[in-house]
């Protein structure tokens, strides 16, 4: 009985769960193309790593961290005689020597601009050869051919619009080369956005390792007579222990262990921001039926009357929900999948080729999304529900007005919000004093949603008092419309109050995003100005600054005391016998002429001369003081004995957990061929005076050097904002579904609300009121809707920002900064979300025949 009542209701009020159905859709549709997205992208890169990966792969020592490829550490490398070892190995069907380096720039001697990737991927460059397995395929020209011929990737030739015969120049850490594009190479698979340039073996060692008979790993494939494990470990005990050795399994799980951390974050993100449109969807959803169950009160109460039981309406409202719910989900996975197809095609945009032919649909997308929605759908219609089957036949058979929720009602409410807020507020106020990131970060997370929820549960008390208090003015600037508005906004604040919550929940988010954002900005503005004295710094997108660049600054007459930096991986014996792992900087002795650097403790120039400086919080954490004889061991090298002359203070975020020592003691103690090369490079003007012109001339010494950033201080700042604001762009664009849902339950709820007022609408055109008239008010009640949510989403948003900001001075963020335009923005995007969503409903109630309405049919 009840699910027949269900399917009935749904058919017959199909056209007022129209917006309910397409909030649920566009939300469930977020978290399907989400999951069936991050699937395909798992199942294709996991078909790469399986497809490529040797049975045995061997790399000297242990492989370097990704901060240490990108921050000019040497590549490691294996001798001649390895490779034949390995091949003469039992069991062993072939064995071949890899050549491959990252810290490569690909440029167009054309147009003296980079070709490689610009969204971080790195340029690879290497050696061609044929293997087993291999992902490359040459579709256009032939194998490169001895000095001066290269194969370079499909997508970036097209990108560069290159093709084969066409020169190209390569920057590597020992020159600059000018070659031939001799033929294009195809992934078989997928490029994962690299851009991929290959020598014939000798070329490469020349021009990457700057010798031959070298490797940066080896690669071996079994006759099958001996298992992976059985190779590994025979093959270990003919090198030796020094060199690294992984079966395919352990190098399909190396090569997955960054880019999965990557899609795990970007699945986790797009979930959370799929979480809050479902969230906002959720309010829609709980408006539709709570003003649905007030429409049908005399339907239910015959319902009643005819002998159908409380909970039997409580079912049936639930199996309607469920309904609805269901085909949501189902319209949304269905979208989902052509939203993932959308991403598939915008990362091959910016590089990363997806067959959307082979996107992965896993019975856990499907399933996940539907139970998401339907579960939002029936949590959202349990109150209406619960409503619904309280009705008694006597009432529901009398003449139904919406009830206003104040005065004795709304006690319990508001005491439960005000608890709620108390509690959430003291976690927020708690956050900002915590004595780490972890503690704060975990206060701010429970403050948020618990005052999150406070100001919804409060949000008709809220509303009431602000309509009453700024209500006032709209008769005033729109007459009778206005004082008719003001009244109906307060005639049902709870529907007022929980319409408002959608956007305020949205507005919240951006707002808070904002403070976030401008407090990053301005802290490292801050923090570039305490710390940087150099007129000019010097960095490189591939991580290194080759020595052939450095001879080039150097010999640039207008610069005046050029230091460098240089990243060295290092192991620290303490006075306690513990060794700990970290990097240290190793600089040149004017390095602090170019930084401004707050020591705690100790001389920062003695440390550089002949000792070691240490961060604070490193000292603190291991009990040392300045004086202590410590075991340092750089590059793989021997211990040595160095003395802690400074302990730097944690003032400034750019120092954060640095150790520095002179270049010159580090030069002691690491070979040439091991010393990494130089990251950071800066410098400043000779004559103060004529800095302008020295920039320019800088910039123009490097132009052969496109990967190379030459950055004043505003250029610096103007990078870190940059950074900062394509980030925030993403987070708006992520919110903008959310804020898409708080809109269309602005609409959903002007839309049932004049059908609601059919009658009340006919019988105020019959007293005068004129059509524009009609118009005008439901745009004003719609205005009153979105402001009271900008104004309380901004004011919330506001306290989580500086919360935030708080709970992360240890990070960095040490400067508050709230937009000044921040409040002009939102109550514009207010009244534009209000125009727009009131747009059909003022239009329908406008056009609304006058007799017909005042015999109460919509």
Same mark, same amino acid.
């Given at each position: 009985?009840a699910f ?5 209701s749904?058919?017959?009020?199909k056209?007022r769960m129209?917006l ?5 859709t566009l939300s469930?549709?977020f ?5 069936i ?11 790469l790593?399986k497809?490529t990966a040797a049975?045995?792969?061997?790399s000297a020592?242990h492989?370097a961290t990704? +901060?240490?490829?990108q921050?000019?550490?040497r590549?490691?490398i ?7 070892q390995?091949?003469?190995? =039992? !069991?062993? &069907? ?11 720039a690909?440029?167009n001697? +054309? /147009?003296?601009k980079?070709i ?16 087993p ?11 490169p051919?001895?000095?001066g ?6 997508d970036?030739?097209h990108r560069?619009?290159l093709?084969?015969g066409? %020169?190209v120049r ?7 080369y ?12 997928t490029?994962?956005?690299v ?5 014939d073996? %000798?070329t490469a060692q ?7 008979g ?12 001996r298992n992976?494990?059985?190779?590994k ?28 951390d ?11 921001f ?5 969230l ?8 539709t039926y709570?003003?649905? &169950?007030?429409q049908?009160?005399r339907e239910i ?8 039981g409380?909970?039997?309406i ?10 609805t719910?269901?085909?949501g989900s189902?319209?949304g ?11 598939i095609q915008?990362?091959? *945009?910016l ?15 499907p399933?996940? +999304?539907?139970?998401?929605? *339907? ?11 619960r409503?619904?089957?309280a009705i ?12 206003s929720i104040t005065?004795?009602?709304?006690? =319990?409410r508001?005491?439960?919000?005000l608890?709620?807020?108390?509690i ?22 429970? !403050?948020?949603?618990l005052?999150?929820t406070?100001?919804v549960i409060?949000?008709p008390?809220?509303?009431t ?5 700024g209500?006032t003015?709209?008769?005033?600037l729109?007459?009778v419309?206005g004082r008719l508005s003001?009244?109906n906004a307060l005639r049902? %604040? ?7 919550? +959608?956007?305020m ?5 951006? /707002? ?13 503005t801050?923090?570039i100005?305490?710390?940087?004295? *150099? ?14 660049i450095l001879r080039?600054?150097?010999a640039i ?6 230091s460098?930096?240089?990243q060295?991986?290092?192991s ?6 513990k ?7 190793a600089?040149?002795p004017?390095y ?8 705690q403790a100790g001389?920062f120039?003695?440390?550089?001369a002949?000792?070691i400086?240490?961060d604070?919080?490193?000292v603190k ?5 300045v004086g202590?004889?410590?075991?340092v061991?750089?590059e ?7 003395r802690?002359?400074?302990? /730097? ?5 750019i120092?954060?957990?640095r ?5 010159a ?10 010393? =990494?090369?130089? @990251?950071q490079?800066? *410098?400043a003007?000779?004559?103060p ?8 001339t800088?910039?123009? @010494?490097? &132009?052969?050097f496109?990967?190379i950033?030459v ?6 700042k103007?990078?870190?904002?940059g950074?900062v ?12 579904l959310?804020?898409?849902?708080g809109?269309?339950g ?5 839309t ?5 007022r059919?009658r ?6 019959a007293? !005068?009121?004129q ?17 009271i ?9 506001i306290?989580?920002? &500086? ?6 001075r240890?990070?960095?963020?040490r400067?508050?900064?709230?937009p000044?335009?921040?409040l ?5 995007s207010?009244v534009l979300?209000g ?6 409903p003022?239009f ?7 007799l ?5 049919? =919509?």
């Amino acid at each position: 009985m009840a699910f027949t009542i269900a399917v009935k209701s749904s058919v017959a009020n199909k056209g007022r769960m129209a917006l309910s159905l397409v909030a649920i859709t566009l939300s469930v549709a977020f978290v399907a193309g989400t999951l069936i997205f991050t699937d395909t992208a798992n199942s294709t890169f996991d078909r790469l790593f399986k497809a490529t990966a040797a049975d045995i792969t061997v790399s000297a020592g242990h492989d370097a961290t990704p +901060a240490q490829r990108q921050n000019g550490a040497r590549p490691k490398i294996l001798p001649e005689r390895i490779v034949r070892q390995i091949a003469a190995s =039992p !069991g062993v &069907v072939t064995a071949q020597g890899e050549v491959s380096v990252q810290d490569v720039a690909v440029v167009n001697p +054309a /147009t003296k601009k980079s070709i490689g990737p610009t969204d971080g991927a790195p340029s690879i460059a290497g050696n061609w050869y044929i293997r087993p397995n291999s992902a490359l395929e040459i579709t256009e020209g032939q194998a490169p051919r001895g000095p001066g011929q290269a194969l370079l990737d499909a997508d970036t030739a097209h990108r560069a619009h290159l093709k084969a015969g066409a %020169p190209v120049r390569i920057i590597s850490t020992t020159g600059t080369y000018d070659v031939t594009i001799s033929g294009i190479v195809t992934f078989t698979s997928t490029n994962p956005g690299v851009a991929l340039i290959l020598f014939d073996t %000798p070329t490469a060692q020349r021009y990457l390792l700057g010798q031959t008979g070298v490797y940066t790993s080896v690669v071996a494939f079994g006759d099958g007579t001996r298992n992976d494990e059985q190779l590994k470990s025979q093959i270990s005990g003919e090198i030796g222990n020094s060199h690294q050795v992984r079966t395919a399994a352990e190098t399909i799980a190396q090569n997955k262990t960054g880019f999965g951390d990557y899609l795990r974050f970007l699945k986790y993100a797009m979930l959370g921001f799929a979480g809050i449109s479902l969230l906002v969807g959720g309010f829609l959803i709980i408006n539709t039926y709570l003003m649905l &169950v007030g429409q049908r009160t005399r339907e239910i109460g015959l319902l009643r009357a005819i002998g159908i039981g409380r909970a039997k309406i409580y079912h049936s409202l639930i199996a309607e929900a469920l309904i609805t719910g269901l085909i949501g989900s189902a319209l949304g996975v269905a979208a989902g999948y052509f939203l993932a197809m959308g991403l598939i095609q915008l990362l091959g *945009a910016l590089g990363m080729r997806f067959e959307s032919t082979h996107l992965t649909l896993r019975w856990t997308a499907p399933l996940t +999304a539907t139970a998401l929605g *339907a579960a939002t759908t029936l949590t959202a219609a349990w109150l209406p529900a619960r409503r619904a089957s309280a009705i008694s036949p006597l009432e529901a058979l009398r003449e139904h007005q919406a009830a206003s929720i104040t005065g004795a009602s709304n006690q =319990p409410r508001t005491g439960l919000g005000l608890i709620i807020g108390v509690i959430g507020t003291a976690l927020l106020t708690a956050s900002t004093e915590a004595p780490d990131l972890h503690t704060g970060g975990v206060l701010l997370g429970l !403050g948020i949603p618990l005052t999150l929820t406070a100001t919804v549960i409060l949000g008709p008390l809220l509303a009431t008092a602000a309509i009453r208090v700024g209500g006032t003015i709209l008769p005033l600037l729109f007459g009778v419309p206005g004082r008719l508005s003001q009244r109906n906004a307060l005639r049902n %604040p709870q529907r007022t109050g929980t319409t408002a919550a +959608a956007l305020m929940t949205c507005l919240a988010l951006v /707002t808070s995003t904002s403070v976030i954002a401008s407090s990053m900005v301005r802290s490292a503005t801050s923090q570039i100005e305490q710390a940087v004295g *150099a007129d000019y710094l010097i960095t490189s997108r591939s991580g290194t600054i080759t020595p052939e660049i450095l001879r080039a600054i150097r010999a640039i007459p207008e610069l005046g005391n050029i230091s460098e930096e240089r990243q060295l991986s290092a192991s620290i014996s303490t006075t306690r016998g513990k060794i700990i792992n970290r990097h240290i900087y190793a600089v040149t002795p004017n390095y602090r002429q170019n930084i401004n650097m707050q020591t705690q403790a100790g001389d920062f120039n003695g440390a550089i001369a002949d000792g070691i400086s240490l961060d604070a919080d490193f000292v603190k954490a291991h009990q040392l003081k300045v004086g202590d004889i410590l075991q340092v061991a750089l590059e793989g090298g021997k211990p040595q004995p160095i003395r802690l002359r400074a302990v /730097t203070a944690e003032s400034n975020a750019i120092f954060k957990g640095r150790g520095f020592i002179g270049l010159a003691t580090a030069r002691q103690w690491v070979p040439e061929n091991r010393m =990494p090369f130089a @990251s950071q490079v800066l *410098a400043a003007a000779a004559d103060p005076s004529r800095s302008t012109q020295t920039y320019s001339t800088l910039q123009a @010494s490097l &132009v052969d050097f496109p990967h190379i950033r030459v950055l004043n201080q505003l250029d610096y700042k103007t990078l870190i904002k940059g950074q900062v604001d394509q980030l925030i762009q993403l987070i708006y664009g992520l919110l903008g579904l959310s804020i898409l849902v708080g809109a269309l339950g602005v609409m959903n709820t002007l839309t049932l609300s004049v059908i609601e007022r059919t009658r009340e609408i006919g019988l105020l055109r019959a007293v !005068g009121l004129q059509r524009h008239q009609i118009l005008l008010l439901i745009q004003v009640e719609s205005l009153i809707i979105t402001l009271i949510g900008a104004v309380l989403g901004g004011g919330l948003g506001i306290i989580w920002g &500086v919360a935030g900001q708080r709970a992360l001075r240890a990070e960095g963020l040490r400067q508050l900064a709230i937009p000044a335009d921040l409040l002009t923005e939102l109550l514009a995007s207010a009244v534009l979300i209000g125009v727009v969503a009131a747009i059909t409903p003022a239009f329908r109630a406008s056009r609304i025949n006058l007799l017909t309405a005042i015999n109460g049919r =919509p």
